[in-house]
Nanobody, 124 residues
Framework: VQLQASGGGLVQAGGSLRLSCAAS????????NGWFRQAPGKECEFVAA????????FYADSVKDRFAIARDNAKNTVYLQMNSLKPEDTAVYYC??????????????????WGQGTLVTVSS
């Protein structure tokens, strides 16, 4: 599976961005998907995940009620809608695929395929 993340950019605090993660090489409709981020000098952290069934997803407390993850299996794409952005959301955002149906959605170690990352910069 190859993952291509896009949609990052520079936005003012309070603004919105939508990240996309387009998959190729294999359908991801049977897999779970996640978004992670890494800010400069910090470790990679979980942002959001969605199961292969879809639904509302799982979120880090820091982004709950501001971010929304969704999937479009027809387009083999997963999205992350980010609203009310804050300067502390600045990071490189990575999408990932977790092929196993077991184990935590929150640990990056359990994801098998990763995109190249897209930079989100939120100015104050």
């Amino acid at each position: 599976v190859q993952l291509q993340a896009s949609g990052g950019g520079l936005v003012q605090a309070g603004g919105s961005l939508r990240l996309s993660c387009a998959a190729s090489g294999r359908t991801i409709s049977n897999y779970n998907n996640g978004w992670f981020r890494q800010a400069p000098g910090k470790e990679c952290e979980f942002v959001a995940a969605i199961t292969w069934r879809g639904g509302s997803g799982f979120y880090a407390d820091s982004v709950k009620d501001r971010f929304a993850i969704a999937r479009d299996n027809a387009k083999n794409t997963v999205y992350l809608q980010m609203n009310s952005l804050k300067p502390e959301d600045t990071a490189v955002y990575y999408c990932a695929v977790k092929t196993s149906l077991y184990g935590s959605y929150y640990s990056e170690r359990l994801y098998d395929y990763w995109g190249q990352g897209t930079l989100v910069t939120v100015s104050s």
